[in-house]
């Protein structure tokens, strides 16, 4: 029986010819940023339409790095639970206090309505999650942002060609965090990026640049001069190649994914699933069961993958947390996450269709 795969990169010729002209130059990787990293920070930010970006080796280290720009020690960040650990340790690595709220039961992205209550004389920054790659309530969180001099950072590791009023999804928030991890919609062996639409982007783009590659600044030749901490956080050649020519195909690899969940969401008779969305990216398309277990055991004996996104990060015992976020922890329980990837066939889609339906 073939197995069809929760997430499965989307590649042809191109990706594989490009990784043979860098075997042929010999150039895979410099801190200093140049060659296909350059290039494809530039052609994302014109995907964006951001005022810079910076790539990273990971969403992790995009997230790392974009929170190490503001001064967080013993400040809050207002973020959901239900998201990857990544995005709450990141305030952790910075010094900070995740402040977690819970999700709209309906698009699973932080309740913008409940976000008010949160806010204290310690609160620096909100930082939503475009989960499965729906936009989260930008306006009003930009708001509550603006009212409350609260910096915006978002999370768009699902959301690579997600729009949110006519914009994409990286033309927002002061600093917007992806990840190009393999299972993303633009996938690279490892990746990452900050875009940046903050006033001062020259110099947020420099210091990104040089706290991404271990502080190193000033440099002419051999010298340099180390005025900051930084990181090994720099992308690698053959990410950034491939990365230029997943980028050339997004949107058509969106409209893929925008395809199969609106099957998904047509077809799949029970109530408690992710609504349809033309603005969303659909990284994965969710629905919510009773017996997860048992439900992702039959699906798997029929050879469908499924997935888990995500145990709530409040109920990790490294977060030792005591408050109750009712919608998380019901949904942490009850989420099972469905491939959109482009290399399904239209049987895939119909017999993940039909099984789900079977069994739910
Ligand atoms: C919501 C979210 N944030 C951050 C990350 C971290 O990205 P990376 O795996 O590229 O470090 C992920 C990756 O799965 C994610 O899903």
Redesign the pocket.
């Known amino acids: 029986m073939k197995k069809i795969k929760l997430f499965d990169p989307y590649i042809d010729k191109s990706e594989r010819s490009i990784i043979n002209r860098i075997f042929d130059t010999g150039f895979w990787a410099s801190g200093a940023g140049t060659g296909y990293v350059r290039k494809f920070e530039k052609e994302f930010t014109r995907y964006v339409l951001a005022k810079d970006c910076v790539a990273v080796n ?6 790392n790095l974009a929170l190490s720009m503001y001064d967080i020690k013993n400040k809050e960040v207002i973020l959901p639970s239900l ?2 650990v ?2 709450a340790n ?1 305030v952790i690595e910075n010094g900070g206090i995740p402040k977690f709220v819970d999700v709209d039961e309906s698009t699973l992205c932080i309740d913008s309505d409940k976000i008010s209550k949160e806010i204290s004389k310690k609160s620096q920054i909100i930082l939503p ?3 499965a790659g729906l936009p989260s309530n930008i306006k009003e969180i930009s708001e509550l942002c603006n009212e409350n001099d609260l910096h915006l950072v978002e ?1 768009a ?2 959301a690579a060609g997600s729009v949110y009023n006519k914009k994409k999804i990286g033309n927002h928030g002061e600093l917007v ?1 992806f ?3 393999p ?2 919609n633009l996938a690279m062996p ?3 990026l900050i875009a940046i639409n903050k006033k001062n982007h020259k110099m947020v783009s420099q210091d990104l640049k040089e706290k991404r590659w271990c502080g190193i600044s000033n440099r002419s030749g051999v010298n340099y001069d180390v005025k900051n901490m930084g990181w090994n956080y720099y992308m690698n050649e053959f990410s950034a190649a491939i990365g230029l020519m997943q980028l050339k195909k997004l949107d058509k690899s969106n409209n893929i994914r925008k395809q199969i969940s609106k099957k998904y969401f047509e077809q799949i008779s029970i109530a408690n699933k992710m609504p349809f969305d033309k603005d969303c990216s659909y ?1 994965f398309y969710w629905i919510r069961v009773k017996n997860r277990d048992v439900f992702r055991k039959k699906l798997l004996r029929q050879g469908i993958e499924t997935g888990i ?2 145990k709530p990060i409040h109920t990790f015992s490294f977060y030792k947390s005591k408050i109750r976020l009712p919608i998380s922890e019901k949904v942490g329980k009850e989420i099972v996450t469905l491939p959109t990837h482009p290399n399904l066939t239209e049987n895939d889609v119909e017999k993940i269709i039909k099984t789900v339906n079977k069994f739910t």
Do not use: E, I, N, R
Request: with cysteine.
């Open positions: 990971s969403g992790t280290a995009a997230l998201s990857f990544a995005t990141a999650v475009h989960f999370d590791a699902h965090c990840s190009f991890h299972v993303k490892t990746g990452g990284h996104h995500y």
